[in-house]
């Protein structure tokens, strides 16, 4: 008999199939996130998870209503929805996407930054309502960009800023041992706020790190600073940005993910002049969510046949 498992939205066709001749699949479709009390009434009898959504809390209680539960995988590399230790002390392992992403975000996570430096979404913006408008931007050539969290990602990032001429500061908690060829110098985290003509957030979500931006960062910015954050939402304390963004303390704001998220339409930060906002793309491209999610289940099926996942977040408990 094949294992149960639960997935909670859609996937890819390749990595679904390769899921549907191994397990007997239970399928959330939508429409929206899968109710929780469904999901653990499906958990009920699942060997495996496979989650598709962040926004899917796998905490204590749930993993105690799921009593067969093998192992959890999630298409993404973000985990802050999920309460790793709790896994562990189940002795669950969980497993993530790295590196597969990485290029795609970085592309994207640089585009909304050059697209917000040279105003291309606002010229777009004029153009397509018949107004042949030019729009003044800034350079990037020149400038310092700051990297709050120099991971995979921000060392992607740090590579295309490079190639358009910036020089590049990071702050991470503690300093990379290869920065020199990275060519990016560490700084500490108020050197890289009044540094920096630009900072880019890509740091993850944690207790350590939630709400790391509010008045007090902002005010230490340059007032002609551009601010990106591609990470997740609540690593900015959003009241605060959208006062930064309305007094001018900062001039630009692009993010590609944001608290709340989605962002209702008729919320505050939408209405300024000075803000581009993308809905949380940074790894949405075709080829970039398949590596994903056919990761996610390479994974999940490690777990079930009590093999190694290739990429897990917990290795204490990860089958060998
Ligand atoms: N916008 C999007 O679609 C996407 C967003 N992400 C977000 O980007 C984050 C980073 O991804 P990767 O670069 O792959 O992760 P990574 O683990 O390679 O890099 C994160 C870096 O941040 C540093 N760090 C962690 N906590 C810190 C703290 N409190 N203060 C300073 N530095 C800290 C780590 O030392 C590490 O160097 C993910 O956790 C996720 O939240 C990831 C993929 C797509
Ligand atoms: O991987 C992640 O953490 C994302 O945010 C979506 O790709």
Redesign the pocket.
């Known amino acids: 008999m094949k294992p149960k498992v639960v997935l909670t939205g859609k996937t890819w066709p390749i990595p679904f199939a390769k899921l549907q001749e191994h397990c007997d699949v239970q399928h959330w479709e939508g429409p929206g996130p899968i109710p929780r009390e469904l999901l653990k009434v499906w958990l009920e009898d699942a060997e495996g998870l496979l989650s598709v959504n962040h926004g899917t809390k796998v905490d204590e209680d749930l993993l105690d209503a799921a009593p067969k539960l093998r192992v959890i995988a999630q298409s993404?590399?973000?985990?802050?929805n999920i309460d790793v230790a709790a896994c562990t002390k189940k002795g669950i392992p969980f497993g993530n996407t790295?590196g597969v992403?990485?290029e795609a975000?970085a592309d994207?996570?640089f585009g909304i930054l050059l697209s917000a430096m040279r105003r291309i979404h606002e010229g777009w913006g004029w153009v397509r309502t018949g107004q042949w408008r030019e729009v003044m931007g800034t350079d990037l050539y020149g400038k310092t960009l700051g990297i709050?969290?120099?991971?995979?990602?921000?060392s992607a990032v740090a590579k295309r800023a490079q190639a358009s001429g910036m020089q590049i500061i990071y702050?991470?908690?503690?300093r990379?041992q290869d920065d020199g060829h990275l060519g990016a110098r560490y700084v500490s985290f108020d050197g890289l706020l009044e540094e920096a003509d630009c900072i880019i957030v890509?740091?993850?979500?944690?207790e350590?790190?939630r709400g790391?931006f509010g008045k007090e960062q902002f005010d230490r910015m340059k007032s002609t600073a551009y601010f990106v954050n591609?990470?997740?939402g609540p690593v900015v304390q959003t009241e605060a940005l959208y006062d930064a963004l309305k007094h001018n303390n900062i001039a630009y704001a692009a993010l590609?993910?944001t608290d709340p998220e989605p962002l209702p339409g008729d919320h505050p930060l939408l209405g300024l002049s000075n803000i581009l906002v993308t809905p949380?793309?940074?790894?949405?491209t075709y080829e970039t969510r398949n590596s994903m999610a056919m990761l996610a289940v390479d994974n999940l099926l490690a777990g079930l046949a009590k093999k190694a996942l290739p990429a897990c977040v917990n290795p204490s408990v990860n089958y060998i």
């Open positions: 993404g590399v973000g985990y802050d790295p992403l990485v975000t994207l996570t709050y969290g120099m991971g995979d990602i921000g702050h991470n908690r503690t990379k890509l740091v993850p979500l944690s350590q790190s790391m591609a990470s997740r590609d993910v949380h793309i940074g790894s949405a």
